[in-house]
């Protein structure tokens, strides 16, 4: 049901996570000459062109939100359940976070270099808020709905 307003916070929330899917989150500046490696979701690319797969964690957790956010978009009729999936969304964001920071700092920390995030590293964080006003939303239907069985 598209013109509920939850409906629309979980699509945007699904094509900003796809979007950070996409793009670099963070490059990892050597102190010496060289190209400096970006970190993306699925792998590190270093200056010649070699791929380090050490972040793919942060590739499936982003990913398994994919998935998530669309049965939640499917199951409007079902408002706890779909409070339900935004909070799982909500703690795989949350995860991906952690897990970002392990990986970005053995990085940093292997690479004895410094690191510069991306502006696409913040899109989960919008995601989180996204999901946590979806749920507000799926909520507040839940009450209006029992409130209304009351009446009658």
């Known amino acids: 049901m598209i013109q509920r307003k939850q409906t629309l916070f979980i699509i945007i929330a699904l094509v900003l996570n796809l979007i950070c899917l996409c793009l670099p989150l963070a490059s990892f500046i050597t102190e010496g000459v060289g190209v400096p490696s970006q970190m993306f979701n699925l792998w590190i690319l270093s200056d010649g062109g070699a791929r380090v797969f050490t972040p793919w964690p942060l590739f499936v ?32 964001l949350i995860a991906w976070y952690i897990a970002f920071a392990v ?22 964080a919008v995601s989180i808020i996204l999901y946590i ?15 209304m069985d009351r009446i009658r």
């Open 133 to 147: 006003m979806a749920r507000h939303g799926v909520m507040a239907d839940e009450k209006l709905v029992r409130s």
């Open 61 to 92: 957790l982003l990913l398994l939100t994919m998935p998530i956010g669309i049965a939640a978009i499917l199951l409007y009729k079902n408002r706890i359940m779909q409070a339900r999936l935004c909070v799982l969304n909500i703690l795989l």
């Open 103 to 124: 990986i970005s700092l053995g990085q940093q920390d292997s690479l004895h270099a410094t690191m510069a995030v991306s502006i696409p590293a913040a899109f989960p």
